[in-house]
């Protein structure tokens, strides 16, 4: 049913000389958002290519109020560029290179043109200092994602983030190091993505302490 609704309104928009209402544009983003993350690949390439359009055919005066979706898709599209189903990550990077553009994000938008994805996640750090906890709590949810290079691609990014919160927690390091050592039948791959996890979430535990009133418990989200 998501699918046919999804086609339903692609098809709505190859007409010529369509444009979509500021209300409309703000609504629909965020429902297609929402479906970056479904379980069905398929769902996911139609949603991205919708979400492309939506940029393009929203009147003027709406383009200013859809800014604060795409800003909160900058680090989805990223990790899904990542995605395992190559239509998936096809579609995030074009997805992606197009939302850098519509935000003016130049620096970004040359470092997904040029596929430095690792460039592109410390520029986006860089770039949005004051939003590095929300950053942080965006990623959180891709450490449960079935696909292991998603789930890497979060972690890598939550290091980063969490690297500041870190430096002045310099215990953290030190109770890393002391994690539990792991079942003998894991796979070393498994058991470096664990103890990953484990540090980031710590570093992500800091991070939103000092910039939100949000508690998180870690062991409520491994």
Known sequence: ?????????????????ILISSTTASKLAEALLELFDHDNSHV???SLEL??????????EGKKPLEKTLSHSLLPLFLHCHDENQHVAKASRETLLRVTEFLKRRK????VKK???SKFAKCLLAEDRSRAAEHLRRA???LQNPQEPLRAAAIR?????????????EELQARSEGLQAPRNSASSFSLDIENRTQL???ALEVGLSSGSTESLSQEQHL
């Open 1 to 17: 049913m998501v699918s046919v609704s999804l086609h339903v309104f692609t098809n709505l928009l190859q007409n010529k000389g």
């Open 44 to 46: 996911q390439v139609l």
């Open 51 to 60: 979400f492309f359009k939506v940029m393009d055919l929203v009147v003027d």
């Open 108 to 111: 970004l938008k040359q470092l």
């Open 115 to 117: 596929e430095q994805l």
């Open 140 to 142: 959180l949810p891709y």
């Open 157 to 169: 990014f939550m290091e980063m983030a969490g690297e500041p919160a870190m430096a002045q927690k």
């Open 200 to 202: 980031a979430l710590k």
